[in-house]
């Protein structure tokens, strides 16, 4: 299945995790499958902790908003939720536990700092300023994922970062494709329903990391890409 030539292509990006080398061989295979065609690049959060490179990743995220080759639309992930609430001047201990306890220790490495309320305020205010969703061509990104039977715009907070039960098990009909991240997948491929798509491979835990290529014309993904350049999935054509 050859890719549309006049239609806007999507990449969706799962966790990163720190893993800087990853994104960028991932992002020069996306480049090299787009060719002259216009794309953006949709990054589902959790670009810090756990993985050795997030200051790294950080850099590269905050320095590309006004990229016009590659444009980045990044959410926000329950890892930048853990990080802001770990930087507040009112944190209490378990939000720094929490933090510190799920990767927040290689993230302090990584900027060469041991305490998270001094990161950088320009990163600390790029977080803030992250959205929980994007909606596009019948699709919602969102980092982990929504509540069955709820409404669009009664989800929590809490459930759009962190939710997986009764989510991953549901065979419902969203009414949106959800693309998601969050759960690490032990298979090196991404998890497709007929519902949703969780692009989680675990990068940060040796497993690749992947994106998944959208045109406009359909909501499910037309193929997959790794960092390694390894194409699957639907139409896994070179073209």
Known sequence: MPLPEHELLTFAIGD??????????????CDEIRGHRSAQF????????RGPQSREVMDFLVGSEGEQNRPFVCLQGNHEEM????????????DLMNWWGNGGEQTLDSYGIDDPVDFPSEHLDWIRALPLMKIEH???????????AVPLASQSERDLLWIREPFLSSDLDHGLFIV????????RTPDLRANRLNL??????GGPLTAAV??????????????????SGPAALRH
């Open 16 to 29: 990163i995790h720190g893993c800087f080398d990853k994104l960028v061989s991932l992002l020069a295979a």
């Open 42 to 49: 949709v990054l589902v959060g959790d670009y810090i902790d």
């Open 83 to 94: 990080l802001l609430r770990a930087a507040d001047m009112e944190r209490t201990d378990q």
């Open 138 to 148: 019948g699709r919602l990104f969102v980092h982990a994922g929504i509540r069955p």
């Open 180 to 187: 998601h991240g969050h759960t690490p997948i032990r298979s």
């Open 200 to 205: 989680d491979t675990g990068a940060c835990f």
């Open 214 to 231: 959208f045109a406009t014309s359909e909501a499910g993904p037309l193929m997959f890409v790794n960092d390694s350049g390894e194409i």
